[in-house]
């Protein structure tokens, strides 16, 4: 995992504890992103600022008495979904997992490692890579809480890996393909996405809108892997306009897939 650089969002404000056993860790991100430790939260405004409450990041956006938006691993959805989908489900389809059972994924538009997350308990190998410091930090929490965990350390360990770096520059250092390149950028309109309304809301906030997701296409279709997996909105033209070899289509989302032949 590599050290997240002290660059922050323009938004982010500060780092504050919501209680006392929550100071170190309050501390220790305050030192890792450069950004000041307050001790109270006076966040009125619609300004984010992140919190450590129950051990762990959260972000706060506004009034102190919401929620926090945070990242986190559940089993039980995870399973939940897979009984749903089983093996023919679309996810697993559009990694081509029948021919690929083990296959290395590089998601490089991590956010909250939902899909990541899934596509670990369907036996992939993981590697994220997330370009928002905050976002990154809040993964890279939950990747310690998760790895702490008997119940998703098997999935985690040795399987799921995280840089924060931007992805078209990641993209372009990289020597030898994986089988499978996946994007999930951010969309204009409500997007049907494995998050919930208020976590887009809030990595809207953060990370705006992804407007140059056509140049992650291009960086990840000129890496050559096996396939090039976008997920999409339903109804969305297909990303850059570019045709893809198929597509496979949900209740709300679809999954565009580009295969080696086709790049
Ligand atoms: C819709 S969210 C992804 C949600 C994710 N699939 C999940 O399950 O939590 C898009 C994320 O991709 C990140 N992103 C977009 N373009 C990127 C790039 N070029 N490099 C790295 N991260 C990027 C954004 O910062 C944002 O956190």
């Known amino acids: 995992m590599t050290a997240l650089p002290v660059t922050i969002p323009?938004?982010?404000i500060a780092v504050c504890p919501m209680d006392e056993p929550s100071r170190e860790k309050a501390r220790y991100w305050s030192a890792r992103l450069g950004a000041p430790l307050v001790m109270q939260l006076q966040n009125e405004k619609q300004t984010p600022i992140l919190v450590v409450a129950n051990n762990r990041l959260e972000i706060h956006v506004g009034h102190s008495k919401q929620k926090g938006v945070f990242a986190e691993f559940s089993l039980t959805k995870a399973h939940a979904i897979q009984r749903?989908?089983?093996?023919?489900g679309l996810l697993p389809r559009a990694i081509g997992l029948r021919k690929h059972p083990h296959a290395t994924v590089w998601d490089v538009t991590?956010?909250?490692g939902q899909d990541g997350f899934l596509l670990a308990c369907y036996g992939c190998r993981v590697?994220?890579?997330e370009r928002s410091p905050i976002v990154a930090a809040l993964l890279e929490d939950a990747l310690e809480r998760g790895l702490a965990d008997s119940d998703t350390r098997p999935i985690l360990q040795g399987n799921v890996t995280l840089d924060n770096a931007d992805a078209i520059d990641w993209l372009h250092a990289q020597r030898s393909p994986p089988e499978v390149i996946f994007l999930d950028p951010m969309f204009?309109?409500?997007n049907a996405s494995a998050l919930s309304k208020k976590e887009m809301q809030v990595l809207r906030l953060l990370v705006g809108l992804d407007d140059d997701a056509p140049?992650?296409?291009a960086a990840a279709l000129r890496?050559?892997?096996q396939r090039v997996v976008v997920k999409r909105p339903l109804k969305a033209p297909p990303l850059d306009g570019r045709a893809p070899s198929f597509n496979l289509q949900g209740t709300t989302i679809r999954y565009d897939i580009y295969l080696a032949e086709m790049m």
């Open 10 to 12: 323009e938004s982010f």
């Open 84 to 88: 749903q989908e089983g093996k023919n």
């Open 110 to 112: 991590a956010g909250l």
């Open 127 to 129: 590697h994220w890579v």
């Open 188 to 190: 204009a309109k409500a």
């Open 215 to 217: 140049a992650l296409l």
């Open 223 to 225: 890496c050559h892997p």
